[in-house]
């Protein structure tokens, strides 16, 4: 089932499974803002101070990383796809799926920033306990282009200090908190202690997510690194649209293609997914 509504005033899609799970996408970025699997409880954080203006990012949820990840090039952080309005293509909705389609292509305003012939579509789909978000890209025209990307996602712990990610263990990683350069994960669970900002390199395409009482695997597919980031006090401080104690309440395990650019020849295609699997 399917539903069109408003989201802090931003038009949005509301998608729910045949069991009761749902989730809210804002065509405003193809933001992800939403998700509850059919057990129950929000799985996605979403800060208290978020922006919901069109032009802006949104704090929190799922925000969509294209053409450029973070400041690793000349285009404004993050890149561009975040900030704009995207169509909604199709809604598919077969058994206990629900699913959602939306593109983006190039337009004079991109081109300005970024002068090449794109179409970007991020396809998310829910079952009772998964959530699938799948970004596809394609070069349609016929200059090559390269790109880095990234599904900056934001979940939602009861408390980060009680939070554990498992499956790094002997992974090569760039310490983004401590000047960029590369170390290798000696622990078997990641602990949030202090400022995390770790680009795992060639990661594993299955971690998890710990707590006390639930848990939840992440997936990824055609996404070769593995992004980990946690403010913690003085950076979170230094965000205006988080709350000084958003960082215990959060933590970003984002599936990324980071470390080596992706080019794409005229008439190309990629595409790279994550999937959130609710343990309990």
């Known amino acids: 089932m399917h539903e069109t509504t408003d989201f802090n005033g931003l038009p949005a899609l509301k998608l729910t499974a045949s069991g009761g799970a749902a989730a809210v996408i804002a065509l405003h970025g193809a933001h992800i803002v939403s998700w509850v699997p059919e057990q129950g409880g929000e799985r996605l954080y979403l800060s208290e101070r978020s922006s919901f203006t069109p032009g802006k990012p949104i704090r929190g949820g799922i925000p969509l990383v294209f053409p450029q990840f973070s400041t690793f090039g000349a285009l404004p952080r993050h890149g561009f796809a975040r900030n704009m309005r995207w169509q909604l293509e199709k809604v598919h909705e077969h058994g206990e799926f629900s699913g959602a389609t939306l593109f983006l292509a190039d337009t004079p305003e991109t081109r300005q920033i970024w002068p090449f012939a794109f179409r970007a579509e991020l396809t998310l789909s829910i079952s009772a306990n998964q959530l699938d978000v799948e970004l596809a890209v394609e070069n ?52 949030f202690e202090d400022e995390v900002d770790r680009i795992y390199l060639s990661a594993p395409h299955n971690v998890m997510l710990r707590e006390p009482n639930r848990s939840m695997n992440i997936l990824s597919t055609n996404f070769p690194d593995l992004v980990l980031w946690n403010p ?37 295609h990629w595409w790279g997914r994550q999937s959130l699997v609710a343990i309990r």
């Not at 205006?240 to 650019?261: N, Q, S, W, Y």
């Open 140 to 191: 349609s025209r016929a200059q090559p282009f390269s790109f880095t990307a990234a599904l900056h996602t934001y979940l939602r712990v009861e408390h980060v200090e009680s939070t554990q990610v498992l499956g790094l263990h002997g992974c090569t990683y760039r310490d983004q908190a401590a000047g960029g350069g590369k170390r290798t994960e000696g622990k078997e669970a990641v602990n």
């Open 232 to 268: 913690w006090v003085e950076k979170c401080a230094l965000i205006p649209d988080m709350t000084a104690d958003g960082f215990k309440r959060m933590v970003c395990i984002e599936a990324a293609l980071v470390e080596h650019p992706l080019k794409l020849d005229a008439g190309r």
